[in-house]
């Protein structure tokens, strides 16, 4: 399937948002035993925490500030946060909802550091675009870019990510790469359920022209 047909199929009727499964039963324990180890400073498990979770925390880090290097000194200040502040984490949402929450919240704090226009203007925007839309998404459809034909068409939609508003590929890149729900995409983004659903699809829409056109190689 090619990558414009892998985005195609994410516009399907929408269906109701999966219950209780038994992946989300394991994730639930491992996040209560996360946050009983924090607590209790278990030896170890920040290193285990790291070595699990850190190429998901890069990963969005650089799609959320665009630059690679910014993103690994913010890796670094995330994780002592983790540190410093794992008592905090009482696994009411999975440990990566957390994880990304202190992630995005340090961007913020960087960007008004460096007096430059703030994320949290960025993000409490409000406008025609984070108005909800009359349609459902379908929330356990395959990942856009898990089925993207080829590894060309994943480094496409990866490029065209960068291209789009941060508002948009911020909640792209929770979905589909970190398999994020979206009650916990509001929760990350501190946004109604409603303005996520909007900016996924409004997202869509606007990745759909990168992946839809051919590559030179194409053509």
Request: proline share 4%.
């Amino acid at each position: 399937m090619s990558a414009a047909a892998a985005i195609r199929s994410i516009f399907a009727p929408g269906s109701n948002l999966a219950t209780a499964s038994a992946a989300d039963i394991l994730a639930r324990e491992q996040s209560i035993a996360i946050a009983d180890g924090l607590k209790h400073q278990q030896a170890g498990l920040l290193d285990e925490l790291i070595v699990r979770y850190q190429h998901r925390l890069l990963r969005y880090l650089v799609f959320l500030t665009g630059n690679r290097e910014q993103a690994e000194d913010l890796f670094q200040e995330v994780w002592m946060r983790v540190l410093t502040r794992g008592a905090q984490f009482n696994a009411k949402a999975r440990f990566e909802t957390w994880l990304f929450t202190i992630a995005r919240n340090l961007v913020i704090d960087q960007k008004r550091k460096r007096i430059l226009s703030s994320l949290d203007e960025l993000f409490e925007v409000g406008g025609d675009d984070d108005k909800p839309l009359a349609f459902e998404v379908a929330d356990k459809q395959p990942s856009p870019f898990d089925r993207c034909a080829s590894q060309e068409d994943r480094g496409r939609v990866a490029a065209a990510l960068l291209q789009l508003d941060t508002l948009y590929r911020e909640v792209l890149v929770l979905r589909f790469h970190e398999d994020l729900s979206l009650e916990e995409i509001a929760k990350v983004t501190r946004a109604p359920l409603s303005t996520v659903k909007s900016r996924l699809y409004r997202g869509l829409a606007a990745l759909r022209p990168f992946v839809e056109t051919p590559s030179p190689e194409a053509v």
